[in-house]
């Protein structure tokens, strides 16, 4: 028989929120005591550099917000069930929360916990959170998963999207509080050495700040599809790196959006493609995990891209030392901000998949270890969407030039100025930044001449042509 008054665990993931929490909720609403946990397991301690600083600065702050509820964040270190057996043990709690994760590392860890558990007398139940849309629930009319993403849009648009529940004003403390890890001791942020100090004005983590964001974006959404593309604007939600570590629910983002433009706000439905290409991305993973580690069309297999990730030209990518200024810009803005513009992503992803012909596992996991808004699912299909080996691709059609995508979406050239020093009279605090953002053992300074291009873009263009003409007909 259920002990009604024994603790709730709590276990937090990539869920660093109060509100829209339908764990955190369920928990609140059984009236029992609540341990709020996060576990730094294995999967945690593979994230990049930038992400897991970008963790430690996220659960900072979320152990405020649960102590303002009269609650505390307990700290754990080790192999997930462990830790939780031995809370159980320490707080004789005997039921377990969690929120869903759908890659397939966490899905074979949660599987496993939820067995042994289970074998213990455990109640273990995980609930929604992460997605507007659990993954079995979106299909085609054959019962299929989408595979085009217009399809799903047009599948889930008009669907119901649950309101988010209210963050608890108060969650129930236990009698006795176990013992907690220290999150300084833990050194999230070791990686990042000198580079933390350059990223960190550019970061502002936790929930409230993620509502912030969101507000600031809702002010300027009118503006969304036409300034979302252009590198020289502030044209885009800033909501990546929030989405990522769940400091804000994607259903709280949703309705915000919806009620914006019941007030006649324009560029609402293009920002909620967005929110939904998001989901595309986490329904491929679900349902064909392969995508984070293999090219998601088999047929690509036997295209002849580089694999040297130690190959001269990709470590001329991965400086921002390309010659081409419109790539160079994108990866410093990186190193400076932790973020880079969507639109850079795909020109700097097209030139080393294309122009460079590196495969694209190389520069997935590079922004996997630079990036602070990393995420699995986005990260994969971005880069074999550009790549053309993933789903809804039309590889032919994409090799951007980026000097023409440089005179379209930076037309005066200001994004270029913001990030690159060299050449410039007075360069901008920003570009000069980058010079202390990266290694010291890159021995870059101001004073560096830019390099000239590492390829022709024309020659790099008719090389990839080839090889694609090539990967059809061999």
């Known amino acids: 028989m259920e002990n009604t008054q024994s603790p709730i665990i709590m276990w937090f993931r990539r869920d660093l929120r109060l509100s829209d929490h339908p764990a955190l909720s369920a928990a609140v609403r059984t009236g029992r005591p609540v341990i709020p946990v996060f576990i730094l397991?294995?999967?945690a301690e593979a994230l990049g550099a930038a992400p897991k600083w970008r963790?430690?600065?996220?659960?900072?702050?979320?152990?405020?917000?649960?102590?303002r509820a009269g609650s505390r964040l307990i700290l754990r270190r080790g192999d997930a069930?462990?830790?939780?057996?031995?809370?159980?043990?320490?707080?004789?709690?005997?039921?377990v929360y969690w929120s869903r994760a759908y890659d397939p590392d966490a899905i074979s860890r949660d599987t496993r916990i939820k067995a042994a558990l289970t074998r213990e007398d455990v109640e273990t139940t995980s609930f929604e959170g992460h997605l507007l849309f659990e993954p079995w629930t979106v299909a085609t009319k054959t019962g299929q998963p989408f595979r085009v993403f217009t399809p799903m849009w047009r599948a889930v648009q008009g669907r119901d999207v649950a309101a988010p529940e209210v963050a608890p004003s108060a969650i129930p403390a236990p009698q006795h509080w176990p013992v907690s890890d220290d999150l300084a001791e833990w050194k999230l942020g070791v990686a990042m050495n000198r580079g933390a100090a350059i990223v960190a004005p550019y970061v502002q983590p936790g929930e409230s700040a993620a509502f912030d964001a969101m507000h600031g974006f809702l002010d300027r959404i009118s503006g969304y599809s036409a300034d979302r593309d252009r590198l020289?604007?502030?044209?885009?939600?800033d909501l990546s790196e929030y989405l990522s570590l769940g400091e804000i629910g994607p259903r709280s983002v949703w309705h915000a959006v919806q009620r914006a433009a019941m007030t006649g706000a324009q560029g609402t439905?293009?920002?909620?493609?967005?929110?939904?290409?998001?989901?595309?991305?986490?329904?491929?993973?679900?349902?064909t995990p392969h995508l984070l580690t293999e090219n998601w069309k088999p047929e690509w297999d036997a295209f002849p891209w580089n694999t040297d990730a130690s190959h001269p030209d990709v470590v001329a990518w991965q400086q921002g030392r390309t010659g081409i200024p419109a790539v160079d810009a994108g990866l410093r803005q990186m190193y400076v901000t932790g973020r880079m513009h969507n639109r850079a992503r795909m020109i700097v992803a097209s030139y080393l998949t294309k122009h460079l012909m590196t495969h694209w596992k190389i520069g997935m996991d590079w922004f996997a270890e630079c990036l602070i808004d990393r995420d699995p699912a986005a990260n994969a299909m971005g880069w074999q969407w550009v790549a053309g080996s993933g789903p809804d691709a039309a590889p032919?059609?994409?090799?951007?030039?980026?000097?023409?995508?440089?005179?379209?979406f930076d037309p005066d050239g200001a994004y270029l100025n913001r990030w690159i020093a060299e050449g410039q009279a007075a360069p901008s605090a920003t570009a000069l930044?980058?010079?202390?953002?990266?290694p010291r053992s890159w021995a870059l300074d101001p004073a560096?001449?830019?390099?000239?291009?590492?390829?022709?873009?024309a020659t790099g263009r008719t090389r990839a042509l080839a090889a694609y003409e090539g990967r059809k007909t061999g």
């Not at 069930?81 to 039921?95: E, K, S």
């Open 396 to 408: 032919f059609f994409r090799i951007f030039n980026p000097l023409t995508q440089q005179e379209k």
């Open 81 to 95: 069930l462990t830790a939780l057996q031995n809370l159980i043990a320490d707080t004789g709690a005997t039921t």
């Open 55 to 67: 963790l430690g600065l996220g659960l900072k702050v979320f152990a405020q917000s649960l102590e």
């Open 433 to 438: 930044s980058y010079f202390d953002a990266v």
């Open 41 to 43: 397991d294995d999967l």
């Open 269 to 287: 439905e293009a920002y909620l493609r967005q929110l939904v290409w998001r989901e595309f991305a986490y329904h491929l993973m679900f349902h």
């Open 232 to 237: 020289d604007l502030d044209g885009t939600s």
């Open 448 to 457: 560096s001449v830019y390099p000239e291009p590492v390829v022709n873009l």
